[in-house]
């Protein structure tokens, strides 16, 4: 079942998020935010009453149709079964993002899985995918991360049934 998180959704997505490397661990604190303040931009997989996916995204202020995704985990029972691509789908077709046409999201170089994942999904929707440098390793991370680009996917429009 996907549904939007609740706040009580918090400590099971912490937990999804430590299981799932390489992604970032966001304190409990941050993680309770998206579930309840970004709950309509963000979503979760359950299956038999476990969290087994989760989506954190949210439409920065300056660019309002644009969804920008933050993390996607998937628990490893329940990979390779097309989950990633659900979860997208299905937050891209609710109402509360109609206005949105671009989804953006940033990816390391070494992160395939993450590039088929979104690859797969602008394929689905008939949109092209671009690449650009977002936060460079020694500039924006003094060498502590590897560079993050930003994977954009527009347009949106033609392909939602919404």
């Not at 604190?29 to 998206?34: A, D, H, S, T, V």
């Amino acid at each position: 079942m996907l549904r939007e998180p609740h706040a009580e959704d918090g400590p099971a997505v912490s937990a999804l998020i430590a299981a799932s490397p390489p992604l970032d661990a966001n304190s409990a604190y941050c993680n309770l935010l998206q579930c309840s303040d970004f709950a309509e931009t963000c979503v979760v997989a359950e299956s038999d009453g476990r969290l087994v996916g989760w989506i954190s995204a949210y439409r920065p202020p300056s660019h309002p149709d644009r969804l920008f995704v933050w993390q996607v985990a998937v628990a490893a029972e329940a990979r390779g079964q097309g989950l990633g691509g659900r979860m997208l789908d299905a937050l891209i077709e609710r109402p509360a993002l109609r206005a949105v046409r671009e989804l953006t999201t940033t990816i390391t170089d070494a992160n395939k899985a993450s590039w088929a994942l979104f690859g797969a999904f602008a394929r689905r929707r008939g949109a092209t995918l671009t690449r650009t440098l977002r936060f460079d390793r020694e500039r924006h991370f003094a060498g502590a991360h590897d560079t993050e680009w930003q994977a954009s996917i527009a347009p949106l429009a033609f392909a939602r049934s919404n």
